[in-house]
């Protein structure tokens, strides 16, 4: 159950309405809006009483039950698009974004010319992984608390956003004052106590689906972060776990176009780890802003032969610009769908 205050409420009114929450026997979340609070009620609504009758109540403007396990996420609750706010760069409501870079960052040099050569193309948002949680230990886990440096560096020199995975919430504090965006990783997509210590950092989030997370459970592991504090969240669909190797992750374009459906996020497609090979990726980045997909995340790289991670799959950041020319009439028909939406 969701319940709406009046424009302006009060700290007494706020404080009025959660305890008759309490005494309904439910837990109330409050989240406070620019101009609007709204008190996300968290308990079972088939055994708990109505909270029907706080709709009498002055200072509600409106009560509604969702039935969904999201809620805050759903569209029911939020008709209209979200816009995430990346450092002034937008996604969502018909902000249609390319992030771009390097699997990981592996030295000052690689790094600074990917942002070189991507910021040239019109990238706004720069991958800038200094931790890399790998499927195997012995693979390469990134420079870690070196590239945190090289980040801070190369961001004296650019005014460019960008956006880094988080393994853990030891990494939190690490990469809270030099990211502007978090990402959480496919593996990390159901790690609640990360996504609820997360919530608070107050920075727009990324959240990867899990490989074989149901779309239910993507959108409920988004509702962690919205009723934890964090509203800037945006979707990303990065390929399942399927039967067959001939792509590396089975991208589920139909999950596109369902969770904006049932969601007011922004959905991003990432075609590079659903590809594994880079002669795949336009293929499916086409399919993702086709599908409905407020834009991509794809990875890029000065000299992807001899990249420490995901070498097969990253495009080589010299050639971006052709990648990007291509992809044009793909976004003039995103923002053309959008349009079409609103209308
Ligand atoms: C990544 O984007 O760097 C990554 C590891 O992707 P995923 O979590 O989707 O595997
Ligand atoms: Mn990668």
Sequence with gaps: MIIVLKRHASETDIATVSDLVCTLRYQPRIIRGVEQTVIACIGDELSNRSLEVLRNLSAVESVFPVQKKFKLVSREYHPSDSVVNVKGTLIGGGNIQVIAGPCAIESYDQFRTSVTD?????????????????????????????????????????????????????????????????????RNAQNYDLLEHLAHAGKPVLLKRGMASTIEEWLTAAEYLVVNGCPQVVLCERGLRSFDKATRNLLDIGAVAVARQLSHLPVMVDPSHAAGTCSLVPALARAGLAAGADGLIVEAHPDPVNAYSDAAQQIESSKFGGFMKELEPWIALAHDLRKHEAT
């Excluded at 019109?122 to 992984?129: C, E, F, H, N, T």
Aim: glycine residues 8%.
């Design 118 to 186: 991507l910021t040239r193309c019109g990238v706004k948002i720069i991958r800038a992984m200094p931790f890399k949680p790998r499927t195997s230990p012995y693979d390469f886990q990134g420079l870690k608390l070196d590239g945190v440096k090289i980040m801070r560096d190369i961001k004296t020199e650019f005014d460019v956003a960008m956006i880094s995975e988080v393994p853990g919430p030891a990494q939190i504090e690490i990469l809270r004052d030099v990211t502007d965006m978090f990402q959480i990783g496919a």
